[in-house]
Nanobody
């Protein structure tokens, strides 16, 4: 079993910052990709940022220049630093990870989600 535990959500004023964390645990041989998605009320889940094991990153256009994804590979942890937050960033943020178990079988798991609310 591979599990993800997220933390760091909360209420922040427009223009403020938050940092989300997501730690993976379990039968992990390697993690190829870690990513953050978000889902706002009434909208589909969308990719926010992703980072592969070789360091490649991908960001949604709406967060470029404001959000930064980083990884601590020895700790199997991914972070999302969110700056200059806007009300439209309000959503439940989900962590996702994909990789190989010790048994060399592929896994893809989601975290439970953490709510980010940007409001004055």
């Amino acid at each position: 079993q591979v599990q993800l535990v997220e933390s760091g959500g909360g209420l922040v004023q427009p223009g403020g910052s938050l940092r989300l964390s997501c730690a993976a645990s379990g039968s992990i041989f390697s993690i190829e990709i870690m990513a953050w998605y978000r889902q706002a009320p009434g909208k589909e889940r969308e990719l926010v940022a992703a980072k592969t094991s070789d360091g490649s990153t991908n960001y949604a256009d709406s967060v470029k220049g404001r959000f930064t994804i980083s990884r601590d590979n020895p700790k199997n942890t991914v972070y999302l630093q969110m700056n200059s937050l806007k009300p439209e960033d309000t959503a439940v943020y989900y962590c996702k990870a994909g990789g190989l178990r010790f048994q060399r079988t592929y896994f893809e798991v989601w975290g439970q989600g953490t709510l980010v609310t940007v409001s004055s």
